[in-house]
């Protein structure tokens, strides 16, 4: 019954006071503007303004309608020129959650520099903790996740960002700090320290221990870094974290880092995308500066090569737990 072009006509009406000035505002002669007026009270059964009145009076379904007005048409202009920008590649939205932790360390730097470069992006971080973050981005909720478990999910695509290698911190006291490489076997009789996550989330759990059948003697969690490596350093157990997360303490004398298995625990992590999404300019230009700030601050990280899934990643790391050592997935 009502469409956009009766509420712009109502609105210049009020604005220019008379059906003589409204009609040149809108472009359209004084007879197709009364005519338009017109039909609309015939649908709604009823009269919207005063006829002949000078200043102008509407009717209460008028004012009605003017309220409607005044409520939508500012927010159409706006959406209106987010298109036009759209339309132009300057402009966008950019809400974003990850499931990494450790991950800020390079993210906040990306996001500083894409901010610089696109002012007029949207941009909003949330954790991806207290809810799933991959339906809400298939929902349209979020716009990109950071994730090291890909799901294959219709209309998301995946941009693998950097491999890297996650390792086991002990403190430098610790008998495992003498070996060479960490077998699940060593893990059997340790307090295992991760971050508050489900453990189907966790590579030491999921890619080293379960499929050797080993269960670490107890488990703990800690929100932050620097919270868990307080806690190896102080022999209250020991935590897988990624080369890059960890390199700041090892180096530094804090904590002793070890390889997991033989070959080493590698991992992919990927900017989950919408399909649609992939070829927005400020969307392909985040992308890119967030692989050179990884390659150019994080220590130990790689450029990653072709995607594998998630369940032939686990697959192989199935088999290789019963060897003995988890097989290297850094191409995954």
């Not at 059964?45 to 004012?63: D, H, I, M, W």
């Not at 996650?166 to 490489?181: G, T």
């Not at 508050?196 to 080993?214: G, S």
């Not at 500066?289 to 072709?306: I, N, P, R």
């Amino acid at each position: 019954m009502l469409e956009l072009r009766h509420l712009r006509t109502l609105h210049a009406l009020r604005e220019a006071d008379s059906l003589v000035e409204a009609a040149e505002r809108l472009h359209l002669t004084q007879s197709a503007l009364s005519h338009q007026f017109k039909e609309l009270e015939e649908r709604l059964g009823l009269q919207l303004f005063v006829r002949k009145t000078k200043p102008l009076r509407f009717t209460s379904a008028g004012l009605r309608l003017l309220q409607l007005a005044d409520a939508l048409l500012p927010q159409l202009r706006n959406a209106e020129r987010d298109l036009a920008r759209l339309a132009g590649g300057t402009a966008g939205r950019l809400h974003m959650a990850i499931e990494c932790h450790s991950c800020f360390q390079w993210l906040m730097p990306t996001i500083d520099q894409f901010r610089d470069a696109w002012p007029e992006v949207e941009l909003d971080l949330a954790s991806g903790f207290p809810f799933a973050p991959l339906p809400a981005l298939a929902r349209g909720d979020l716009d990109l996740v950071v994730t090291s478990d890909p799901l294959e999910m219709p209309g998301i695509a995946y941009v693998p960002l950097f491999t890297y290698e996650a390792l086991l911190a002990v403190a430098n006291q610790h008998p495992l700090a003498a070996k060479a490489y960490i077998r699940p076997a060593d893990l059997a009789e340790e307090v295992l320290i991760h971050y508050p996550v489900e453990r189907d989330r966790l590579d030491i759990f999921t890619r080293f221990l379960d499929p050797a059948d080993i269960e670490p003697a107890g488990v703990r969690t800690a929100e932050l870094t620097v919270m868990m490596l307080q806690l190896v350093a102080s022999g209250r157990g020991v935590c897988s974290l990624p080369n890059w997360a960890l390199h700041e303490y090892s180096s530094r004398g804090y904590v002793t880092a070890r390889r997991l298995g033989e070959k080493g625990l590698h991992a992919t992590l990927y900017a989950a995308i919408r399909a649609d999404m992939l070829d927005a300019p400020f969307m392909r230009d985040f992308l890119l500066t967030a692989k050179d700030t990884s390659f150019s601050t994080l220590e130990g990280v790689s450029a990653a090569q072709k995607d594998r899934s998630s369940a032939t990643k686990r697959d192989e790391a199935q088999k290789a737990g019963k060897r003995g050592s988890p097989a290297p997935s850094g191409n995954g």
